[in-house]
């Protein structure tokens, strides 16, 4: 493992968490994977916090909040996540590159997946299957 990865993680050690867009700032700052961020982080007892798609909570405003459902899904918005979900589940990362090519802010594609009935998979910090 990168031993600055390491080093720059262990900030956290003291609260306990590193929100989602930390742990994958810290991944990109290190030059490694954001599943590698999320394998060190759980073998130093941290928790992810503060989920980008609003799963496990996510800052805004200074407060923490959950993304809860939206009203409608624009039809084609609905198309596109709907094309790629597989089984019932879109995975994280699409569902970014969804939010990021719409201009959305990403706890809109996990309220949206929620809206659909679809559950978010394959988290790239490896919290959820």
Not at 4 to 22: K, M, Y
């Amino acid at each position: 493992m990168n031993g600055a990865a390491r080093e720059r993680l262990s900030a956290f050690r003291g609260e306990g968490v590193i929100p989602c867009a930390r742990a994958c700032a810290l991944a990109v700052a290190c030059g490694v994977s954001a599943s590698e961020i999320g394998r060190l982080a759980d073998s130093e007892g941290i928790r992810i916090s503060a989920c980008q798609l609003g799963l496990f909570g996510y800052e805004a405003y200074g407060e923490k909040r959950w993304a809860g459902r939206l009203a409608r899904v624009p039809a084609a918005l609905e198309e596109e996540i709907r094309a790629a979900a597989v089984g019932g589940r879109l995975p994280c990362g699409v569902a970014w590159r969804i939010a990021d090519a719409h201009g959305l802010p990403r706890f809109v594609l996990g309220a949206a997946a929620e809206t659909l009935g679809l559950r978010v998979s394959l988290c790239q910090l490896g919290c959820f299957p």
